[in-house]
Structure formats: structure tokens, C-alpha cells
């Protein structure tokens, strides 16, 4: 697949639990632009993927076409930027999801995701392994000064043919 379609696949993915939400899922270029978008979006829960970039899988992958990709989910409940100092992350925000809660689900979302191949592989690739996401993380967002944010960004990773 490409980084196109690995995108537009986990915004597909997230949309119907976004929805489940009240929220939006969206594709964002970087995250300055996901920064902006969440400054400026709606006071909904909002998931942006984001790719962050590849590199080879190994050693051999000029002979197996297989690199990683690095993918970052931002998460949001829309309840503005600066964190929230409190057990608010707990508790639901007035018709909002408990941050934790939203994090969570979003979380198990992503790590259950199988990421079909496409018709646009490159000639002689190597069927996907286990196209599904590795070495999830997740953390909260702050911003150079360490001012942490009503964020969470969610990192993975996942073995494809370039």
C-alpha cells in the first residue's frame, strides 16, 4: 500500500469510532498542522493521522522491498489545548468521553487493524508479513516549552512492501 492509502486507511478506521463519539477523524500533514488543526477544530473528539516517516526493515530490504513506517494517531476530547490539571482525564466532560477512556479504545482500534495489500506493490515484493501495527506508544503531547497539552499521540509502527 502506499502512504496514501495506509493513510486514508486509518482515518477510514477511526471515522466510525470518532463517530461513535460525536467526533471526527482526519489526516493531517505533520504535527504543526495537527497542532493547528486542533487549535483551531471543533469542540468534538478528533483523531489525526499523521505519517511520520520509513525506513528500511533491514539489512536485505533492497532484495525483500520491505520498510517501516512510522505513523502517529493525535487525539483529542476538543476541550482545548492546555491540560488539565485535575482527575478530569477520568471523568467525562459534559457529554465528552473520559480522556483515558477515549485514548483506550482508540488505542485497541489501531492495534487490531490489518492493513490489506494493494495493486500498486512494487514488482517482486514480499507478501506483508503481519501488516498489522508494531510497537505502539502513547504519550501525552506537549510543546517545546514542556507546556503539556489536552493531547495524546498514539506512535506505531508497521512492516510493508515500499
Request: charged letters at 25%; a negative charge; proline letters at 7%.
Amino acid at each position: 500500500m502506499t502512504i496514501r492509502a495506509q493513510l486514508e486507511f486509518i482515518r477510514d478506521a477511526l471515522a466510525d469510532w470518532a463517530r461513535d463519539f460525536g467526533g471526527l477523524a482526519l489526516v493531517a500533514s505533520d504535527p504543526l498542522d495537527a497542532l493547528v488543526r486542533l487549535q483551531q477544530g471543533p469542540a468534538k473528539p478528533v483523531a489525526l493521522a499523521i505519517f511520520l516517516g520509513e525506513r528500511p526493515f533491514s539489512e536485505s530490504s533492497d532484495r525483500t522491498f520491505l520498510v517501516e513506517r512510522t505513523y502517529q494517531v493525535a487525539l483529542s476530547r476538543g476541550t482545548g489545548l492546555p491540560a488539565t490539571k485535575s482527575d478530569s482525564l477520568m471523568k467525562e466532560t459534559g457529554a465528552r468521553p473520559a480522556m483515558y477512556d477515549l485514548l483506550e479504545s482508540a488505542r485497541d482500534l489501531i492495534a487490531n487493524l490489518v492493513f490489506p495489500l494493494g495493486e500498486d506493490e512494487a514488482e517482486g515484493a514480499q507478501p506483508d508479513p503481519e501488516a498489522i501495527p508494531q510497537a505502539l506508544s502513547i504519550a501525552l503531547w506537549s510543546v517545546a516549552d514542556q507546556q503539556a497539552l489536552d493531547i495524546f499521540r498514539i506512535e506505531f509502527t508497521i512492516v510493508t512492501p515500499r
